[in-house]
């Protein structure tokens, strides 16, 4: 990883690093929390960034909440751990030494803040591990949320990844969940 790399924290497992049609996907796991499998995370970033990420390296950063709330504080000035954060490579960074594909950027996933979200949208914990991994690369090729419009289109996008990938659109309202009626008694 290149900018958001904290060499006060080490990591508790080995890093992995598959190759994906196009995209060099590094998973790094700082901490113990769950997290799907490295192949996963591999093939929602390189669904995420399609064509576009031919030829890249791209590093997956799992944290605990203390990492990710420094690292947001530090980069966006935000005094609490969020989701996902993503660091795009600057245009035109050299591929580095070693034969890794030119850097597109760098993502870095809270697991805890990940689950606690899950939870509270009633969401399965993957869908919601997919739809951020895939929120996060859509920022390292360019989109964003900041427009209205620009969202929207970011949206229509992770839609349609995730429906390739066979989840569940992450925008949609919970299901309603009724209630049991209470049961009546003979009259």
């Given at each position: 990883?290149?900018?958001?790399?904290?060499?006060?924290?080490?990591?508790r497992?080995?890093?992995?690093?598959?190759?994906?049609?196009?995209?060099?996907?590094?998973?790094q796991?700082?901490?113990?929390?769950?997290?799907?499998?490295?192949?996963?995370?591999?093939?929602?970033?390189?669904a995420?960034?399609?064509a576009?990420?031919?030829?890249?390296?791209v590093?997956?950063r799992?944290v605990?909440?203390a990492?990710?709330r420094?690292?947001n504080?530090g980069?966006?000035?935000?005094?609490?751990?969020?989701n996902v954060?993503?660091?795009?490579?600057?245009?035109?960074t050299?591929?580095?030494?070693?034969?890794?594909g030119r850097?597109?950027?760098?993502l870095?996933?809270?697991?805890?803040?990940?689950?606690r979200?899950?939870?509270e949208?009633?969401k399965p914990r993957?869908a919601?591990?997919?739809?951020?991994?895939?929120?996060?690369?859509l920022?390292?090729?360019?989109?964003?949320?900041e427009?209205?419009?620009?969202?929207?289109?970011?949206?229509?996008?992770?839609q349609?990844?995730?429906?390739?990938?066979?989840?569940?659109?992450p925008?949609?309202?919970?299901?309603?969940?009724?209630?049991?009626s209470?049961?009546?008694?003979?009259?």
């Amino acid at each position: 990883m290149a900018r958001p790399a904290d060499p006060a924290v080490r990591d508790r497992t080995a890093a992995a690093r598959p190759a994906t049609r196009g995209v060099e996907v590094e998973v790094q796991r700082a901490v113990r929390a769950w997290a799907p499998a490295a192949r996963r995370i591999a093939q929602w970033v390189q669904a995420a960034v399609g064509a576009r990420g031919a030829g890249s390296a791209v590093a997956v950063r799992v944290v605990g909440a203390a990492e990710g709330r420094r690292l947001n504080r530090g980069w966006r000035r935000k005094d609490h751990a969020t989701n996902v954060l993503s660091f795009p490579a600057p245009r035109g960074t050299p591929p580095p030494a070693g034969g890794a594909g030119r850097p597109l950027g760098d993502l870095v996933i809270c697991a805890p803040v990940l689950a606690r979200e899950a939870r509270e949208q009633g969401k399965p914990r993957v869908a919601h591990w997919a739809h951020l991994v895939v929120h996060g690369s859509l920022h390292l090729v360019g989109f964003d949320h900041e427009r209205d419009a620009d969202a929207r289109r970011m949206e229509r996008r992770e839609q349609r990844v995730l429906a390739g990938l066979g989840f569940p659109d992450p925008y949609a309202p919970p299901p309603v969940r009724r209630r049991a009626s209470p049961a009546r008694g003979n009259r």
